[in-house]
Structures are given as structure tokens and as C-alpha cells.
């Protein structure tokens, strides 16, 4: 091997292990930036706790609230709880309707997708495809593609 073909071989080990650093880097520093983010949003929950994890019951989330969101750790006057509690529950609703809009997107490109490899297969391959899919969704409780 000639010393020139080092050399570049020595370069393309640096830049990939260069790469691959920085990818490390990327990925730590986003989860970071997202923990550090959500631990400044009043709305948001702190990660890792057991509210965070817990059901979404009207009953749990009355019970858990002064716990389970950052905002409710300033000692709150019982007019600024309200007004919170208030905010936190419009939030709430917000994410809900953006959870329900993309759910109806990704299901109905879900049904796009299934329904354009349908047309590439013959018919015994359709109707195998067809009872893969439902045993896979009923398996994951997606009882009707919702």
C-alpha cells in the first residue's frame, strides 16, 4: 500500500470517526435541549415522574395536577391556581385536537400506503397481505385502522 493511499485511508478514518461524534453529540444534545425545554414550560410534566406516566383520568389529573406540573411548585395564590389550572386545561385541550388531527393524517396515509401496495400484488398475495395486516393490527389493538 502506498503511503498516499494511507493518507487517505487515515482521512476517511478521522472523518468518519469525526461523523460519528458529532452524530453522538447531536442526538445527546437534542435530549437535552428537550428535557431542558419541557422543564421550563409550565404546562409540561416532569419527565420521569409517576404523573407524567400515569392514566389520562379526569379523576387522576385533579388529584396529581399540584404535583405533576412544574408551575404548581411556586406556591401559587388560590386566584393564580385557578387561572393556571385554566390555562393548563386549554393546553390540554390543544394538544388533544392537534393528537386527534394527526392521528386522522397519518391513519389516512397509512390506508393510502396499504391501499397502493395492494394494486402491485396478485390476488392470493392481496388476500394473504389483507389478514397480515389485521392480525398485526388487532395484535396491537388497532381494532379498525382509528
Do not use: C
Not at 2 to 22: E, S, Y
Not at 43 to 68: F, I, M, V
Not at 101 to 124: F, G, K, P, Q
Amino acid at each position: 500500500m502506498t503511503p498516499g493511499w494511507r493518507a487517505r485511508l487515515a482521512t476517511l478514518a478521522v472523518l468518519l470517526l469525526i461523523f460519528g461524534v458529532g452524530v453522538l453529540a447531536g442526538i445527546a444534545g437534542d435530549r437535552f435541549a428537550q428535557r431542558q425545554s419541557s422543564d421550563l414550560m409550565a404546562g409540561e410534566p416532569e419527565a420521569g415522574s409517576e404523573a407524567a406516566a400515569g392514566a389520562d383520568t379526569a379523576s387522576e389529573e385533579a388529584s396529581s395536577s399540584r404535583d405533576r406540573w412544574i408551575i404548581h411548585r411556586v406556591d401559587l395564590s388560590p386566584d393564580q391556581r385557578m387561572v393556571v389550572d385554566s390555562v393548563l386545561g386549554f393546553y390540554r385541550a390543544q394538544v388533544r385536537g392537534l393528537t386527534d388531527d394527526y392521528n386522522d393524517a397519518y391513519w389516512s396515509a397509512v390506508e393510502s400506503t396499504r391501499d397502493e401496495l395492494r394494486e402491485i400484488l396478485r390476488e392470493e398475495q392481496r388476500l394473504k397481505y389483507d389478514s397480515l395486516l389485521v392480525e398485526n393490527d388487532r395484535r396491537r389493538g388497532r381494532g379498525g385502522n382509528d
